[in-house]
């Protein structure tokens, strides 16, 4: 069974980092390029940042460019998304799934992490 | 940036169709993609190249997509379906992946 499960959420001050990780199983990991998505409370879906199979390209939302880092090790069947300098607008559950390539669908997500940035 | 635009909702009656649409300049040449999402849920991939359906999911889902405006089409709506759904398309001139405001399905 495919599956993808979040962790490293929690609450944090503004100003604060943490490292998201992003573990999947039941699939060739090493294969899928991975999407971070994320929904503020009572918000819509809002894609944050890309990284391609072998982690040589990488792509960032322009709300999140220059704070967030993507990174993976397919050693670790694993996707890392750093967060820097987080603001109250980061506060969201935060969602890794597949893709097929940067532009195909996001097709298998996982259930996400929810990260709270409150003074 | 490139935008999607979705009604923020729409109602439907069991058993009747419900179309939702997206709405976006020449997204007729992009490959859209439909999410549905239900509360406390991850999204679910119900739609990929405008009109393809995963394994999965019923034959009563389906998309087409032309000029400036991409339809979900639901037919035989049942309570189940009731959700908030999302398209999505990727943007070439920002290589972003870019997502409509999502629509909430109201089964009446």
């Known amino acids: 069974e495919v599956q993808l499960v979040e962790s490293g959420g929690g609450l944090l001050q503004p100003g604060g980092s943490l490292r998201l990780s992003c573990v999947g199983s039941?699939?060739?990991?090493?294969?899928?390029?991975i999407n971070w998505v994320r929904q503020a409370p009572g918000k819509g879906l809002e894609w944050v940042s890309y990284?391609?199979?072998?982690?040589?390209?990488?792509y960032y939302a322009d709300s999140v460019k220059g704070r967030f880092t993507i990174s993976r090790d397919n050693t670790e069947n694993s996707v890392y998304l750093q967060v820097n300098s987080l603001r109250a607008d980061d506060t969201a559950v935060y969602f890794c799934?597949?893709?097929?390539?940067?532009?195909?669908?996001?097709?298998?997500w996982g259930q996400g992490t929810l990260v709270t940035v409150a003074s | 940036s490139y935008v999607l635009s979705q009604p923020p909702s729409v109602s439907v009656a069991p058993g009747k169709t419900a179309r939702i649409t997206c709405g976006g300049n020449n997204i007729g040449s992009k490959n859209v993609q439909w999410y549905q999402q239900k509360p406390g849920q991850a999204p679910i991939l119900v739609i990929y190249?405008?009109?393809d359906r995963p394994s999965g999911i019923p034959e009563r889902f389906s998309g087409s997509n032309s000029g400036n405006t991409a339809t979900l089409t639901i037919s035989r709506v049942e309570a189940g379906d009731e959700a908030d759904y999302y398209c999505?398309?990727?943007?070439?001139?920002?290589?972003?992946?870019?997502f409509g405001g999502g629509t909430k399905l109201t089964v009446l």
């Open positions: 999505q398309v990727w943007d070439s001139t920002s290589d972003h992946q870019v």
């Open positions: 039941g699939f060739t990991f090493s294969r899928y390029s």
């Open positions: 190249y405008d009109a």
């Open positions: 990284i391609s199979s072998s982690g040589s390209v990488v």
């Open positions: 799934a597949t893709s097929d390539g940067a532009s195909g669908e996001i097709d298998k």
